[in-house]
């Protein structure tokens, strides 16, 4: 099957006053329960100008994070938010648990959004047992900055089209999950074909648009066990149509 896709694609969200609910019924049930616990539990959540001491001890991290990934695309992160000319200050909202750094988002305030830059979380809590995990934490910290500034949009980043073979397909999950949809990048926006019969890896191939800038179908291609991981990704079809294609290992075809 051949599929017209965008280089990349850029997801969006709006947020509201009622911050939880916007998270979907599953995000916001774990997100009522841990939220009460945080400050017990030595969890806690600050937001700073961004300076180059927090550049310090974040992008190795990220960098290590990133550069473990499939195809990893690094960059400064100094030369892409201090280090350039901008109208609009970045910040760092950084997750706490028990004064250890378990998360951080680095962001800027625009006009009419927040725009994130970058963002790195631990999986998990080293000694806390929430139902949220720090990601989400983060995320719900950032949408209550939106909202305090007066701002109703917030901007969670540009990723590389097909996920699977760049970033992660969990990566697209996460943010449906919290509410986001994907569109297409501001500008020229470099287009491709792809035959997933040729795929050799699982992948997430967001489709161009036929008409205007959102992203509504996307294709699923993986292995039967692959297909099943991410099941949860067709609980978003208001936001996007997944569309399901069983791919075949290598080895299989073999025996």
Known sequence: MLITYPEAVRWEKSVSGDIVTDFGKNNAARLRSSLPKLDNMG?????ADLSTSHITWFEPWYQSTIGAKTNPKLSSIFETTLGKAATYPYKILTIRESD???????????????????????????????????????EYY?????????????SHGKD?????????IGLALFKLSVGCHATLPTGVT????????????????????????????????????VLEKYTA????????????????DAEQTED
């Open 43 to 47: 969890i806690s959540a600050d937001i």
């Open 100 to 138: 250890r750094v378990v998360g951080s988002i680095i962001f800027s305030l625009r006009k009419n959004r927040v725009s994130i830059a970058y963002r790195v979380f631990n999986p998990t809590w080293n000694e806390t047992n929430l139902q949220s995990g720090p990601a989400l934490i983060g």
């Open 142 to 154: 950032i949408n209550q900055f939106c909202i305090q500034s007066g701002l109703n949009r917030l």
């Open 160 to 168: 590389r089209n097909p996920y699977g073979l760049n970033a992660n």
């Open 190 to 225: 470099t287009i491709h074909t792809i035959n997933t019969s040729n795929l050799t890896t699982d992948a997430l191939i967001m489709e161009h648009p036929k008409i205007g800038t959102n992203i509504t179908h996307a294709y699923l291609i993986g292995t039967p066990d």
């Open 233 to 248: 990704l067709k609980k978003y079809h208001d936001i996007l149509t997944i569309h399901c294609i069983e791919r075949v």
